[in-house]
Structures are given as C-alpha cells and as structure tokens.
C-alpha cells in the first residue's frame, strides 16, 4: 500500500510535467555554472569548478522551489531575493587584505554573476542565462588578458633565487627592488648544503615583473633565479 501511494505520487508529479521542466532547468544550471569554474580551475582560483556550478545550481533549484512551493506570487519572489544576501557573504569570505593588497575581489563578483545565471536558469530565462554566461567567460579569459598585456593588472608574482647566504641573498634582492621602490612579501628561506635558497613575492604589473626579473638574472651575487609565475590579485 505505501509503495503504491509513493509510486502514484510520483505518477502525478511527473505527469505534471513541472519536474521534466525543472530537470532541464537544473541541468543547464549546471553546465552553465561548471563552464564558468573550469575557468577558474584553470587559473587555479579557490572557487573553483565545483563550487561555481554548486552555486548556480543550488541558486536555480532555490528559484524553483520559491515559484513551486510560494502560495502566491509574492512570496516566490521573496523566497529567490534570499539568494542575494547569502552569496554576498560567500563572496565576502573570498575577499582577503594583506599588507594594503586586496585579492578576491573578482571571484567574489563571479560568484555573485554565477548565482544570477543559475536564476535565470530556474527562472526559465534560458537564452539570458546562456548568453550571460557568454559574457563573463568573455570578460575572463579576454579582459583579463588585455589587462596584463597593457600593464593595467596588479600581479603577486613569486621568485626564487639562491645564493651564499641569507644575508647576502636578502641584501641584494633589497637593492634591487629599491629602484622599483618595491619590497619583498611572504619571505621564506631554506638551506640544501651547497646554497641558500630563498622566495619571495613581489607586487607590480607585467612590465615591472618583467624588468624585475631581468635585473636579478643579470646580479653576479645570485646564483639561480626563477620567477615561479602570477598569482593575479583579483
């Protein structure tokens, strides 16, 4: 008797067409959703693929229980509007300050985006939700670029170098950074018996790593240098 009232049950729901309609929806969140995060898995960003399409589809599937369980349509709009405030605070913890440098900031307005995609989703904006989705890959992979390449982009870039000693090492990582008016971040050092190594990060744009970089391969105090790529302080 149970089995036969859960099996009608199902039989009516999904004769209602509401699910078959909600499934595509879910779906489509999530592809949307895990195009964005390849992106940032790419990149090697915290909110990565899992998390962007987790977002956009728990923001679909909320978008659809406010417009299926809501008595009226106020409440379903009541019900989505609560999206907002709670991806606002995942983005919020996303966003970091140290020493006077701000990261994050372009994950959490993803995260932001991603949500709205996954309404549209639910909503059953499809074409909006694709061509939403167009938009930020666009501005990721093309604006990021020309940011760099026009020097307009901060970047957290570490070096290691090796040398004698620590001292030595740090003495002249300082004298050159000094005509950058630059200074050494997250400093770590390690000794392997032959000689010292030591790493650290530098803030400043393309152009400034570049030349940066150059000037420490030329030093006939360091031994090795190697600059072991950006980290972009989105």
Same mark, same amino acid.
């Given at each position: 008797m149970i089995w036969h009232n859960i099996f009608g049950l199902l039989h009516g729901e999904m004769?209602?067409? %509401?699910?078959?309609?909600? @499934?595509?929806?879910?779906v489509l969140a999530a592809i949307l959703g895990g195009v964005i995060g390849l992106e940032r898995e790419l990149r090697h960003r915290p909110a990565g693929l899992r998390t962007n399409m987790f977002i956009c589809f728990g923001a679909?599937?909320?978008t659809i229980l406010s417009s299926g369980l809501a008595g009226v349509p106020s409440d379903a709009a009541r019900i989505a509007a609560q999206i907002i405030p709670g991806i606002g605070?995942?983005?919020a913890g996303s966003i970091l300050?140290?020493?006077?440098?701000?990261?994050?900031?372009?994950?959490?307005?993803?995260? %932001?985006?991603?949500?709205?995609?996954?309404? #549209?989703?639910?909503?059953?904006?499809?074409?909006? #939700?694709?061509?939403?989705?167009?938009?930020?890959? @666009?501005a990721l992979f093309a604006l990021g670029s020309l940011e760099r390449n026009f020097n307009l982009k901060t970047l957290l870039v570490c070096y290691e170098v090796t040398g004698a000693s620590v001292e030595q090492i740090t003495q002249?990582?300082?004298?050159v950074l000094e005509r950058q008016h630059r200074m050494m971040q997250n400093v770590a050092s390690g000794n392997t018996g032959q000689h010292v190594r030591l790493q650290?990060?530098?803030?400043?744009?393309?152009?400034?790593?570049?030349r940066l970089?150059?000037?420490?391969?030329?030093?006939?105090? @360091?031994?090795?240098?190697?600059?072991?790529?950006?980290?972009?302080?989105?």
């Open positions: 004769a209602s067409g %509401f699910v078959a309609t909600s @499934l595509v929806r879910l679909a599937m909320f605070f995942i983005g300050h140290n020493r006077g440098l701000t990261t994050g900031l372009t994950t959490a307005a993803t995260l %932001f985006v991603v949500a709205s995609v996954g309404m #549209a989703a639910g909503g059953g904006l499809y074409l909006t #939700a694709v061509f939403a989705t167009g938009v930020v890959l @666009l002249e990582v300082n004298r650290f990060d530098v803030a400043g744009c393309n152009r400034d790593q570049k970089l150059g000037e420490l391969k030329v030093s006939s105090v @360091l031994g090795s240098v190697t600059s072991l790529g950006p980290v972009e302080l989105e």
